[in-house]
């Protein structure tokens, strides 16, 4: 019995190699997305810290150092420009991930046509095979059943 050989298994080996390179890819993404969500948060804690102390800091019948309401209010203005830019950061690379995970699902779909095309190949050829036995148990019957003749 000829053993089954897939005829397109290169195409599908190289289609599974593409679908791990745009898994990885992907992962990329997710992970620079991740770093700037992190960016945010920790410019949203500075920001809140900020606030706490310039409020602290103007309370009635403290002493209000001007000088040091400037620089914090300067530093909070920078803060909100790197907190704009972070986030318009963040929305790109999610949609740049976006794009990715898209095109892992279409090589993946790419991967799983070979596989059930292969699936039914193997199937068919289960078959043929097994059509194949039972045709050589029958003809070894019928000969085995034949009347022989005495010489």
């Known amino acids: ?30 992970r620079a997305e991740e770093l700037v969500v992190r960016r945010i948060a920790e410019l949203d804690g500075e920001l809140a810290a900020l606030r706490a102390q310039r ?49 892992l699902v279409a090589a993946d779909r790419e991967v799983r046509v070979l596989e059930r095309l292969r699936e039914t190949q193997l199937e068919r050829h289960r078959q043929e095979e097994d059509r194949r036995e039972f045709q050589r148990l029958d003809e070894l019957a019928v000969i085995r059943h034949q009347p022989r003749e005495v010489v």
Do not use: C, W
């Open 55 to 103: 409020l602290h800091a103007a309370r009635p019948g403290e002493t209000v150092d001007v000088d040091s309401l400037n620089d914090t209010a300067r530093y909070e203005m920078i803060l909100k420009l790197e907190r704009q830019s972070a986030d318009q950061q963040r929305q790109v690379v999610a949609a740049e991930a976006e794009k990715r995970r898209e095109a």
């Open 1 to 30: 019995m000829p053993t089954f050989q897939f005829r397109l298994a290169t195409l599908l080996r190289l289609r599974e190699a593409a679908r791990d390179e745009r898994r990885n890819l992907l992962a990329e993404a997710l």
